[in-house]
């Protein structure tokens, strides 16, 4: 259960993301954290004015105090991004007839491409790499195995139940953002990885709904899986980052580059909207001008 906030505006509209949008905790701690910030401010600075008699450039007023501190532009929109949701909230609620943010600008972003392992060093991470013994070493390659066949996110992958298998017809139920579902088929060779997984649990985790359980028989954390994917990714990439995150660019990748359709993978990963997806298609044009450059005669 969330905390509070002493902004009663802002616990309603905390409450409706709760409970009307089922948005994560997570994700409602960080818009409760952004949106306190700039209460905290108009608090200072105006002398706690009512939220219907913000302006947009009281708005810019509190971003420049955040540039001044050297707040990056991606940090700067996440917070712009909560404030667009807070007063839209408002205007639906009738208590506003438009938004301040309308004459907020959010700063440019230089977009990173995606980093993601090799398809080479994926196969000899899944062939050839020796796991830890017993059910730690079983559980963290199944682990490993469903994030680069599925692209999940590493919070659907720990909180998948095993009634979201259908083993026979070779899909995943996930609940990803927002609650919202989507169906993701598996191989016919991972669906029997399953199934052995399943049956071979620990009697410890006899109760508990979770696909995925340690030793002990309780559900994986996300502390331990990052630090486990980081020591396997280490024996087979140079790459800076050795994340879960990194094997849901490698499964998009590895996609795109193999002619998968952009929006079939947009459905795959879950994303809202195509731009979220259409990162992944540099990565695709970079493989073609490898590909023109090894075969074309005037290359």
Known sequence: MLTPTRYTPLNTFLAYLQFEKRYSVHT????????????DFMETQYEGLDFTLVTGTMVRSWLASLKENELTSKSMNRKISALKSFFKYQIQQG????SPMETVISP?????????????????????????EGWKGFTEKMVIQLFYATGMRLSELINCKESQLDLSKKII??????????ILPISTEIAKSLDEYIKEKPTEAKGNPHLFVNEKGKALQPRSVY?????????????QKKSPHILRHSFATHLMNNGADLNAVKEL???AS????QVYTHNTIEKLKEVFAKAHPKA
């Open 108 to 132: 440019k972003v230089n977009k990173r491409l995606p980093a993601f392992v090799a398809e080479n060093d994926m196969e000899q991470l899944l062939l050839n790499l020796s796991f830890a």
């Open 274 to 277: 195509l731009a979220a997806t």
């Open 95 to 98: 208590h506003l007839a438009k």
């Open 269 to 271: 990963l879950g994303h």
């Open 28 to 39: 409602i701690t960080a818009y409760s954290n952004d949106l306190i910030q700039f209460f």
């Open 227 to 239: 630090s486990f994917v980081k020591f396997y990714l280490s024996q087979v990439t140079t790459l």
């Open 173 to 182: 139920k996930v609940l990803g953002k927002g609650n919202k579902e989507r």
